[in-house]
């Protein structure tokens, strides 16, 4: 994968000045330190931590947003996921359980189940935070699943902070004219998520100017969900440390 700006060079750092001013040095050795490594790992394997997913439409519904997020989770075995959509389709399960997927389909069926979503979705995330207590939410696209999860942010005594993904295609001058119609709602979704990835086609430098921003992560869009998947984990464990502190 290529690197990030600012990934620092050097794995093996020469500790002298920290053993010569501060009197600091490792007590414990590499074999050790790997067996404990081991332990935590099957630990965190064994009670993974559950990710509340708000996605307006989820599979076998496909756009290249649910393929992204469906191959991104199939790459994150740390991680349970609670996906929490619209149902759309009478034919489809309400409810699905597979592996670490767990699907929550709500509505009747209906065009009209991307409506009542971002309503409907509260009560059921705000169910299952009673037993999961989740540290981090993640919201794909700015749409009704975004704004379920910005109410959700919203409503909560004890904040859940939340990643906003967001898949750019081609600009038409229709999408602009609708964003006109729905800034507030854009603008209480951009406002209430903690961090940002905006995933589409862009050069170099467009990437880096919209990573100046801190809480924005920029990602071409060219198929490489590795890396896509890796770039996810690390905003998921920024958030985590977050949570502990809101």
């Known amino acids: 994968m290529p690197g990030r700006v600012g990934d620092p060079q050097r794995r093996c750092p020469d500790i002298a000045r920290a053993k010569q001013l501060l009197g600091w040095e490792p007590r414990i050795g590499f074999v050790e330190g790997l067996e404990k490594t081991i332990v935590d790992f099957q630990s965190r394997l064994a009670h993974r931590p559950h990710v509340l997913v708000f996605s307006t439409a989820y599979l076998?519904?496909?756009?290249?947003?649910?393929?992204?997020?469906?191959?991104?989770?199939?790459?994150?075995?740390?991680?349970?996921?609670?996906?929490?959509?619209?149902?759309?389709?009478?034919?489809?399960?309400?409810e699905t359980h597979a592996g670490r997927v767990h699907i929550y389909r709500l509505g009747q069926g209906t065009a009209l189940d991307k409506f009542l979503l971002p309503f409907r979705a509260v009560v059921k995330a705000r169910q299952l935070n009673k037993t999961h207590r989740y540290q981090v939410a993640w919201a794909i696209m700015a749409s009704y699943g975004a704004l379920a999860a910005a109410f959700f942010s919203l409503l909560m005594r004890r904040r859940v902070p939340f990643l906003l993904s967001v898949f750019e295609g081609d600009i038409e001058e229709k999408m602009l004219t609708r964003g006109k119609m729905l800034a507030p709602m854009y603008r209480l979704i951009f406002q209430r998520a903690n961090r940002w990835q905006v995933i589409g086609k862009m050069s170099e430098m467009q990437r880096l100017w919209l990573e100046d921003e801190r809480k924005v992560q920029a990602i071409p869009e060219n198929g490489n969900f590795d890396l896509l998947a890796k770039r996810t984990k690390e905003m998921f464990q920024e958030l985590e440390i977050l949570s502990t502190r809101l």
């Open 60 to 94: 076998p519904m496909k756009g290249p947003a649910e393929e992204a997020t469906s191959e991104v989770i199939a790459r994150l075995p740390g991680y349970e996921f609670d996906i929490i959509t619209a149902r759309f389709d009478t034919k489809v399960t309400a």
